[in-house]
């Protein structure tokens, strides 16, 4: 690549200089290894742009010395190309679109790409940043750190120099003053440190220091310091600016601001984790770290609160292998120490913090770079095909030029200043295209693809791409003038200007390519979209239409304070809703299917010893006797939940779903069974008295864990969804909803209000929106074949004009003349066809992650693709062969 | 003394480096990197500006010193008219600062 990007430079620089610059560039590269691949990459494009823009400056300077006083001859050389561009309007159009959509597409793709994976937040030195997660064992999955080990490996670690915790956030509420609407805010306890490990700082007022956490002087302060989100400040309180200072109530605590946050301030942490990331408010931690499974004096206050996610900052010297290996040490300690542990056995992992905030976008963020780059692929390829079939449509009018004594070199030049006008016109629309390519992508991005710090349309990036296809127009337009001197003699001598098979090989070989390029797109496409209609069509267990959901959070200092008194809030909620005309039922649990949170335990199988419990590992879910009616899950076997164990708890007993029934009782029914449940730390056993069908409540492509449901009553969260089922469209009972809700208590904040449908269709967007993606490329690719062809059909059909009409003359008919021109163009789509399917099948076994319910050998996309690609090949070349046997062989034979 | 005054700064940095050692393009590239913390200053940028230099006739290049190290490396040099030009550039730079100064725009404000 960089030996590529070297050729920029002029050839007698490149022989001073030799490779030893492209060996230094890769010694300085090869520095950066550890900090990993995507640095590298970073690197390296950033040396493969600085030779390009080096030579390119030499370039010039060469071209100044060379022609002193050139300013003239370029103007008319400028005008010139406008000239002979515009006297071809239709050629002009073409070459400029293809362009303009290559320059555009690509510019935006990888803009948006370079946003996404490598626009580090405003953090300092973020390359330094650790995060450390737990790891269920034999998964992938992340789970959020316990803050007492959190408290272990602040304490223990060395090669990490500081660690901040923060906890992994709570939905909450925040208010103006006492008394005062509440709103929604999603609120995080950090420890004193966070802000500083990030090395951020406020927009407004102050970030938390050592005053502010537990170990201040004379303890916590009594009134908790809080720290706004820019969004929160400008929602709850207007932007004002003289927020430092002010009292704000949050859950219905009097907290003091002394800080608001910059926009573009978030926690970059994976989305998968179970980690709050848009927060609004955050709290300094008022208890020491070891102590937080034991705190319930905090403004959040709850069991599961109490994991997070740990940051660290790398301390001199030390690099992520030796944290790992730290982290390592420690957990065995850890192990030795406390057995449950050693029960449990989810190992530390560390990453990059930004690398693991963006793992989960780059598959499909690559997958989409690859396709737009075989649409730049195609363009070029396109654009050298056009310009050399206009080449060769000119060979006569510049072989005429040089045979009567024109300079090589000038011609060369008017050539070159072609290209580039047309690369200019390219470029004008590319940026126009790019400019509404980013809005509308800026609108239909999925939230898990967007950028952290927003979409820009990156101009060096969009420059980069033009350079590219802008040498490829330019060599491809000159070429032929270059040649021209040798067509010269042709002409002197009488030849005609149809120079032997060679170029018009190329050119085929060219459109041949591209038919391969389409095909591979089209697969890609066809693959999503059957990955997409699979999606939709699977069975989650729970019947997202006709369903309204809600959210509410009970983190009031003053009241519910209790699970009992949270148990009778709800079915007071419930009754109310129920009475709203068009719910036909109510019910609460304690997070949504595809709604994110997770809350895991392990659990005893009948007889199983408690240090083995954690082998088996089930979603917990809090619901009441009103939810599986009202989400649409089937009860298999035994009963629901009764209205009684809403509100009363005599016998611990639980419901399970389909696959922990299997798992439970391998023969007969788990109705009736004891299971072993934790409540509280404490081991308790639980009767089964219902199964239930089995709710995707993680992801839709696959059944995720086994669940266990127990009576709110047991567990009563603070924070729940409200499901109600409806008799027509959800949307139109939001007011009512909101109304009974105020009427009910105007300080529980109500949030996320929406269908149910709508989790769906959000867990299905990232795939939908690669899918648009992607059918938009294969298009621009066929359309861009279907051009090509034409194009080498037609001049192939062009330059044998005498020869048809000579064949026509001596008897050929109409249809021996069709059969030969199309012969061409369905030899060329055969080969295509041939490679395509070749490269499609690499595509097929690169994206098979991503897919879902389709195999990448799919027939029906297969078959459907190499139609597709028939129908529009045959089309092409079919215009010009039937033009060609319409031919009268008179006029034919005039031709030459 | 020559019309390449004034010196870029990338320019008149490279003079600076090898006015007391030979480098080579790495370590050239390093020391600079570290001169103005720039860890974006690109090798096709350097190896250009040292083009330039060479054909002013300001650097040339040279064998590596002694036999200990790489001799597939190339070693640049400052010329006589490289250090004459490196000399007259480092003047007029502190003849600008002698004015700085005597304007107190350099260090704190005194009084």
């Keep these: ?896 | 003394m020559t019309d390449a005054l004034p010196l870029t700064d990338l320019a008149f940095n490279i003079l600076v480096a090898l006015a007391d050692e030979d480098l080579h393009g790495y370590a050239l590239v390093k020391h600079l990197r570290a001169l103005d913390g720039r860890s974006s200053l690109r090798t096709g940028t350097v190896y250009a500006a040292l083009s330039r230099l060479d054909d002013e006739g300001l650097v040339s290049e040279s064998d590596p010193p002694g036999s200990e190290e790489d001799a597939r490396r190339r070693y640049y040099r400052i010329t006589a008219k490289g250090l004459g030009t490196a000399r007259a550039e480092a003047a007029r730079l502190s003849a600008i600062l002698e004015l700085a100064q005597r304007k107190d725009l350099l260090g704190p404000a005194r009084g």
């Design chain 1, 1 to 896: 690549m960089l030996d590529v990007c070297f050729l920029a430079w002029p050839a007698r620089h490149r022989r001073l200089r030799g490779r030893q610059l492209v060996e230094t560039a890769l010694d300085l590269i090869e520095d950066h290894r550890p900090e990993g691949l995507l640095r590298v990459a970073r690197e390296l494009a950033g040396e493969a742009l600085g030779l390009l823009v080096a030579g390119f400056g030499l370039r010039m300077e060469e071209i100044g010395r060379g022609f002193h006083g050139a300013g003239a001859d370029l103007s008319r050389d400028t005008r010139l190309a406008v000239r002979v561009l515009s006297r071809r309007p239709g050629f002009t159009l073409v070459a400029s679109l293809t362009l303009a959509l290559g320059i555009g597409a690509n510019g935006v793709v990888f803009s948006w790409a370079r946003d996404v994976l490598l626009d580090t937040p405003p953090y300092e030195r973020p390359d330094e940043l650790v995060v450390v997660w737990n790891r269920l064992p034999g998964s992938d999955e992340r789970i959020p750190v316990a803050g007492p080990d959190a408290a272990v490996l602040a304490d223990r670690m060395t090669s990490l120099g500081s660690i901040a915790f923060s906890v992994r956030g709570v939905d909450g509420s925040i208010a103006p003053s006492r008394g005062a609407a509440v709103r929604h805010a999603r609120i995080a306890e950090v420890t004193s440190n966070f802000f500083d490990i990030l090395g951020t700082s406020a927009a407004l007022g102050r970030v938390f220091d050592g005053g502010d956490g537990p170990d201040a002087p004379g303890g916590a302060p009594a009134i908790p310091p809080v720290v706004l989100s820019d969004v929160a400040w400008r929602t709850a309180f207007d932007a004002d600016p003289d927020i430092v200072g002010r009292e704000v109530r949050l859950n219905g605590l009097a907290t003091h601001v002394v800080g608001v946050m910059p926009a573009d301030f978030k926690l970059a942490v994976s989305p998968d984790a179970g980690v709050v990331t848009d927060v609004d408010a955050w709290l300094p931690l008022s208890v020491p770290l070891g102590s937080l499974h034991r705190s319930d004096e905090r403004i959040i206050d709850q069991d599961s609160d109490n994991t997070g996610v740990v940051i660290g900052r790398l301390a001199p010297g030390e690099d992520l292998a030796r944290v790992s290996e730290e982290l390592g040490r420690i957990e065995t300690e850890l192990w030795d120490e406390a057995p449950t542990y050693a029960a449990a056995r989810s190992p530390f992992t560390a990453s990059p913090l930004f690398d693991d905030a963006v793992a989960h976008a780059r598959p499909l963020l690559l997958a989409l770079m690859a396709g737009v780059a075989l649409v730049l692929l195609v363009a070029c390829m396109n654009i050298a095909g056009l310009l050399s079939v206009r080449g060769v449509a000119r060979a006569h009018e510049l072989s005429v030029r040089t045979a009567l004594g024109a300079e090589r070199g000038r011609l060369v030049r008017q050539l070159t200043v072609e290209g580039l006008v047309l690369v200019g016109l390219g470029l004008i629309g590319a940026v126009a295209l790019a400019a509404g390519l980013t809005s509308l992508l800026r609108a239909v991005v999925p939230p898990t693809l967007a950028a952290p710090g927003g979409m820009d349309l990156d101009g060096a990036t969009l420059l980069l791409t033009a350079a590219v296809t802008g040498s490829v127009a330019v060599v491809a337009g000159v070429l032929p003038g270059v040649r021209s001197g040798v067509i010269a003699r042709g002409v002197l001598t009488g030849t005609p200007a149809r120079s032997g098979h060679g170029p018009s090989r190329a050119r085929g070989a060219l459109v041949a390519a591209q038919i391969a390029l389409s095909v591979a797109l089209l697969v890609a496409a066809g693959l999503f979209l059957r990955t997409v209609t699979a999606l939709e069509a699977t069975g989650p267990g729970f019947e997202p239409a006709n369903a309204l959901t809600f959210r509410i959070s009970l983190r009031l200092a003053d009241e519910y304070g209790s699970p009992a008194e949270r148990a009778r809030l709800m079915r007071i909620v419930e009754d109310r809703l129920i009475e709203i005309p068009g719910v036909r039922s109510a019910g609460v649990v304690g997070v949504l299917p595809l709604g994110g949170g997770r809350w895991t335990q392990g659990y005893g199988l009948p007889g199983q010893p408690e240090f083995e419990w954690q082998r088996n590992r089930a979603d917990f879910r809090v619901a009441t006797s009103g939810y599986f009616d009202a989400i649409g899950t089937r009860i298999l076997e035994g009963r629901g939940f009764t209205k009684d164990e809403d509100l009363n708890e005599d016998e611990r007993v639980v419901i399970v779903d389909r696959i922990l029934a299997e798992h439970v009782a391998t023969d007969g029914s788990a109705v009736g069974r004891i299971i072993g449940v934790p409540v509280d730390g404490a081991p308790v056993q639980a009767r089964i008295v219902g199964v239930v069908e089995h709710i995707r409540y993680d992801r839709l492509e696959r059944d995720g864990r086994e669940t266990i449901y127990v009576p709110y009553r047991q567990e009563a969260s603070r924070e729940v969804s409200v499901v109600l089922r409806t008799l027509g469209d959800p949307a139109t009972l939001a007011p009512a909803v909101r109304r009974t809700m105020l009427a009910i208590d105007p300080r529980i904040p109500v949030y996320a209000l929406s269908p149910l449908q709508l989790y769906v269709d959000e867990a299905v967007a990232p795939r939908r929106f690669a899918l648009r993606l992607l059918a938009g490329f294969a298009l621009l690719a066929l359309s861009s074949v279907v051009v090509g062809l034409y194009g080498v059909v037609a001049l192939d059909v062009g330059r044998r004009r005498s020869e048809i009409g000579l064949r026509m003359a001596v008897g050929a008919s109409r249809l021996d003349v069709l059969r030969s021109v199309l012969s061409w163009g369905v030899r060329l789509t055969g080969k295509g066809l041939l490679a395509g399917v070749g490269l499609g099948a690499g595509v097929a076994y690169a994206i098979d992650g991503l897919l879902f319910g389709v195999r990448g050998s799919d027939p029906a996309v297969w078959g459907s693709v190499i139609a597709v690609v028939l129908l529009a090949t045959l089309t092409a070349s079919a215009i010009p062969a039937v033009r060609a046997s319409a031919l009268s062989p008179t006029e034919a034979l005039r031709a030459d």
